[in-house]
């Protein structure tokens, strides 16, 4: 009875080593960050915050529960001041800031980190273009890793449907499964990416009141597609333009629907009423991940489609003045003098 209590206990033992092999946790070293400041760990991907300690002589530890790994997070002060991107797994992980920036942070018991870092360590310094090269490179390498998922949902609408869905093909069904799997199938699913000469993609979303309002419900006038946000500083900045733009040919036949990318409701309407933007506006609060932006293949906003009567698209990313202009070519303008009709005579 002693021997088998011996070995049950030895087992039991073995087992909690295991165990604690396979718990996260991250302590960390850091310079130039004062005692007593807090330091979160944010999930990126749903915009939550995970869990949060303070910085005790110049160190910290997180000993968070996660619910599935790896998984990337954004450690970061409150004031993004000091931050970094770094992927977690179920082990114990040091973080050394002692030597170098807080961002560029020297992070071990992460292979999935490990991996990452190997890829922006090469692209740190590169233009966008052989940026988005290597990066299509490294997926095709490396097609089960949750870094190439991450990766391609990023940039998707960069490369476009076919692309995107040839590199989608080619992962894992873990890869395909994962958050950001999901995105990216989605994107391929939805992507339509109407160009100029092109008739519109129909759509339909919840306005201000949860109201469902249709694009094509605008047909038969002149049309702004327009893509914004209210965290976006350009967006906000050219409103005051557009405001201008759609008193003056509003009469005449010219209409807005503004497609909002925010995710918060009271922030989208407060912008609405500020900026005094009197046209449709619609939002399903889902941010970059809104439907009609991955319908049209939006990489970034500002960014709009201009639509003729007969519903075809004649013009993309017009702004100020040369939106004017445009509208001045293709519909009647108040001020035009008309030009007095030939008598026949002569």
């Known amino acids: 009875m002693n021997n088998l209590t011996h070995i049950l206990i030895i087992v039991i033992l073995i087992s909690c080593g295991e165990k604690s092999k396979h718990e996260f946790s ?3 070293k850091v310079k130039g960050i004062d005692n007593g400041v807090v330091l979160y760990l944010e999930d990126p991907l749903n915009e939550e915050i995970i869990d949060s300690t303070t910085i005790n002589s110049h160190s910290f530890n997180f000993t968070t529960k996660l619910a599935e790994t790896p998984l990337r997070v954004i450690l970061r002060t409150k004031d993004y001041s000091h931050y970094r991107y770094l992927w977690l797994e179920n082990n114990p992980m040091l973080f050394d800031a002692t030597e170098t920036d807080f961002l560029y942070a020297k992070v071990d018991g992460s292979q999935t980190e490990t991996l990452s870092q190997s890829l922006l360590q090469q692209v740190d310094t590169l233009t966008r273009k052989e940026n988005l090269r290597l990066s299509m490179e490294f997926i095709k390498k490396n097609p089960n890793s949750i870094v190439s998922a991450s990766i391609l949902s990023v940039y998707s609408k960069s490369w476009g449907k076919q692309i995107t869905k040839d590199l989608f093909e080619q992962f894992s069904i873990e890869n395909k499964d994962s958050e950001y799997g999901k995105r990216i199938a989605r994107y391929i699913e939805l992507n339509k990416t109407p160009i100029v000469g092109e008739q519109f993609v129909e759509f339909e979303m919840g306005n201000q ?3 469902i309002k249709k694009l094509s419900s605008l047909k038969g006038k002149i049309v702004l597609l327009e893509f914004w946000a209210s965290w976006c500083v350009p967006c906000r900045k050219e409103n005051p333009n557009l405001v201008k733009t ?5 009469p005449l036949g010219f209409e807005i629907f503004a497609v909002s990318l925010d ?3 009271q922030s989208w309407l407060k912008a609405i009423k500020e900026d005094k933007l009197i046209w449709e506006h619609v939002s399903d609060l ?3 991940e809104n439907e009609a932006k991955l319908i049209y293949g939006v990489n970034g906003i500002p960014a709009n489609f201009l639509i003729d009567r007969t519903g075809v698209i004649i013009d993309r990313n017009l ?4 939106l004017n202009q445009k509208l001045v070519e293709i519909m009647p303008v108040a001020n035009r003098v008309a030009r007095p009709e030939p008598n026949g005579s002569g």
């Open 319 to 322: 702004r100020g003045e040369e």
């Open 263 to 265: 995710k918060d409701k």
């Open 209 to 211: 009141n949860g109201e």
């Open 286 to 288: 889902k941010g970059q």
């Open 246 to 250: 759609y008193k003056k040919f509003n």
């Open 26 to 28: 991250l302590t960390g």
